[in-house]
């Protein structure tokens, strides 16, 4: 089992930034991926960014890509969504996501095994 905290979100203008935090303990050794989303309500978890545990390769949704950053501290076990030029669309709960095996895309929340309880974030116009 893995489980995964979140922390970091809160108001912020348009325009502004933040920084998630996403904080693994359990079977950390099995992570393989870890990835953040986004959902509003009435409307479906969206992908926003990940990054392979290993190499540290990243994959970014095109709304955020230029704005958005992940990164990963593997001796601390976390990951990191630094998020700059803040817009109203980027309001949402944003969830940290864990997957064991290597398998698949990066870019559905069934590619991902384990999830976080979520940190809202929401951005003033």
């Known amino acids: 089992q893995v489980q995964l905290v979140e922390s970091g979100g809160g108001l912020v203008q348009a325009g502004g930034s933040l920084r998630l935090s996403c904080a693994a303990s359990g079977r950390t050794f099995s992570i393989y991926a870890m990835g953040w989303f986004r959902q509003v309500p009435g409307k479906e978890r969206e992908f926003v960014a990940s990054i392979t545990w290993s190499t540290g390769s990243t994959y970014y949704a095109d709304a955020v890509k230029g704005r958005f950053t992940i990164s990963r501290n593997n001796a601390k076990n976390t990951v990191y969504l630094q998020m700059n030029s803040l817009k109203p669309e980027d309001t949402g709960v944003y969830y940290c996501?864990?997957?064991?095996?290597?398998?698949?895309?990066?870019?559905?929340?069934?590619?991902?095994?384990?999830w976080g309880q979520g940190t809202q974030v929401t951005v003033s116009s």
């Open positions: 996501a864990a997957r064991t095996y290597s398998w698949g895309s990066y870019y559905y929340p069934s590619d991902y095994n384990y």
